[in-house]
């Protein structure tokens, strides 16, 4: 099959839904099948590359706020029509991705929905306020993709929940997760030396609004207070940096918390994931956060807040740990828990690991997307 991925997010990828475009586009041509990824043109950036053979498409994009992905929208409906006739499958990924019109059939990916994200935006800046006016626009742009969608599908219980605000049905919508590469994203070797240096618990993702990394930061000044040399390494980079920086420094945390910036490098943030003693993620909402999953496919004993997909992959002291969102005392109580529990901590690690190679590996996540293309494509077939 060839299968043309339309997503908004930056390639070569930087945040988790680019991460997820581009791992499941590599899992489908290991299994055969032929990619291609439209997203959006960027300075600097040809408007047609490979990237590890991966043809990557870049159709012009203007910032005009809020109007942008309509604009945009224009661009990727142009190559649609050059690309649908040697295309089987349009697979959209939602947040911010346009609506496109095709005689091929159209899969759409809700990650997260405008409707559930819109509720954390808090305007502080210039960039807040541009996002919190998109939220309506984005809204409807969402109700114009899945009303041309022939299959609807997301990767989280809660996001299906969300979509019956925009008049699906929660039997129209299947719900097949995120994948993760559990070669990569694995535990230490058996009898392998524990990591040197310092004990310390790692976070992860993109410095945005509503991710929880404030509450983390205010949290690790509880936790040292009972582990004095435990430190907050948090890896990612985004438009909150400076505004955690001062967070940092207002709290006279520098020597504890440390911003370690963006880890592009798989193997790199693998090695980062199992280095660390505990795993935590605060954010406000989520889909269902990859950085949850790999660091749980790293055998690492997590934290993470009650939000959307966290509950579909963290059953409370099963396999990990669950707070409240915004609630920086449990997210301390929890953490310094397991920084005292070696036991827990292995035995929390080991189900992890389980809970990922069962539900949330390539193989089984790619596997469900293969089953809905082969339907989309027969039925079309069949009605052609």
């Known amino acids: 099959m060839q299968i043309c991925m339309v997503t908004s997010a930056p390639l070569p990828p930087r945040e988790g839904i680019g991460y997820y475009v581009w791992n499941l586009s590599r899992f489908l041509i ?39 992905v309509h604009l945009h929208g224009l661009f990727v409906q142009h190559l649609v029509r050059r690309l649908e006739t040697e295309v089987d499958v349009f697979h959209l990924h939602l947040p911010l991705a346009p609506a496109i019109r095709s005689k091929r059939p159209i899969l759409v990916t809700a990650h997260t929905t405008r409707t559930g994200a819109g509720k954390i935006v808090r305007v502080t800046d210039w960039r807040s306020l541009f996002t919190r006016l998109q939220v309506p626009v984005s809204i409807q742009i969402e109700r114009e993709v899945f ?51 310092e004990t310390y618990v790692l976070a992860a993702g993109r410095l945005n609004a509503g991710k929880g990394f404030e509450d983390l930061i205010k949290a690790m000044g509880r936790v040292v207070t009972q582990f004095p040399h435990a430190r907050l390494s948090i890896a990612g980079a985004g438009p909150l940096e400076k505004q955690l920086k001062a967070t940092i420094e207002h709290a006279a945390l520098d020597d504890i918390v440390r911003l370690v910036g963006h ?55 099963g396999n990990g740990l669950l707070t409240l969102p915004k609630a920086p005392e449990q997210l301390a ?31 089984v996540v790619g596997g469900k997307y293969l089953r809905s293309y082969r339907a989309l494509v027969e039925k079309a077939d069949s009605s052609a």
């Open 30 to 68: 290991g299994q055969g099948h032929q990619v291609q990824i439209i997203t959006r043109g960027e300075r600097g950036k040809p408007g047609w590359e490979k990237l590890e053979g991966i043809p990557i498409w870049r159709p012009r994009f203007y910032p005009t706020y809020p109007l942008h």
């Open 147 to 197: 009303a041309s969608a022939d299959q609807v599908v997301t990767v989280s219980q809660g996001v299906a929940i969300e979509l019956e605000q925009y008049g699906l049905e929660r039997k129209q919508v299947a719900v097949l997760g995120v994948g993760v590469n559990t070669d990569v994203f694995r535990p230490s070797e058996q009898g392998a030396p524990a990591p040197a240096g």
């Open 263 to 317: 880890v592009r490098e798989q193997a790199r943030m693998a090695e980062l994931y199992r280095g660390a003693t505990v795993f935590a993620h605060a954010a406000h909402y989520e889909g269902l956060p990859t950085v949850l999953l790999e660091a749980m496919a790293c055998g690492k004993a997590v934290v993470s807040t009650t939000v959307n997909g966290a509950l579909d992959a963290i059953t409370d002291g």
């Open 333 to 363: 109580e929890a953490i310094s828990r397991l920084l005292g529990d070696a036991g827990l901590r292995a035995r929390l690690g080991r189900a992890a690991r389980r809970t990922v190679e069962e539900r949330f590996s390539w193989r």
